[in-house]
């Protein structure tokens, strides 16, 4: 899975990625993974949305997957991720959901090239995608 991302960010697609535990994609590395950015949420509890959301030359496709993407997901079990086509539910709610957890500021970490991980400190007001929330 990391060589495809690898190889979507050297074909020009621009990547986030929010990871819930460790990641061994390396980003930000000139040439290989330059356009790709990694965002560490570490928290106590590790459930959150697994949306998928792809430009798709502007026609917009969000899945919904049950699975994290470790290998003894990928390896081990039968797992999906299904479309989500109905258009209010993809920009009312799995757009908020996703801007909601990349804005992130409360337990956040921005893995660098390098595989150090620089914490995000808030700019103006704190929030936590965990709870959803707003704090001051």
């Not at 061994?24 to 965002?39: A, D, F, K």
Request: aromatic share 8%; with cysteine.
């Amino acid at each position: 899975m990391i060589e495809q991302l690898y190889l979507a960010s050297q074909a020009g697609v621009r990547i986030d990625l929010i990871v819930r535990g460790m990641c061994s994609l390396r980003p930000g590395v000139e040439g290989l993974s330059e356009r790709i950015r990694v965002m560490s949420v570490i928290d106590r509890y590790l459930e959150h949305a697994r949306i998928f959301y792809f430009h798709n030359n502007g026609k917009p496709e969000y899945l919904l997957s049950p699975a994290d993407w470790m290998q003894r997901n990928f390896d081990h079990r039968v797992e999906t991720a299904f479309s989500v086509l109905d258009e209010q539910h993809q920009e009312a709610k799995l757009k908020e959901i996703l801007e909601t957890q990349l804005a992130d500021s409360s337990k956040c970490w921005r893995i660098q090239n390098d595989g150090h991980s620089v914490r995000i400190h808030p700019v103006k007001r704190r929030i936590c995608a965990r709870k959803r929330s707003f704090m001051n």
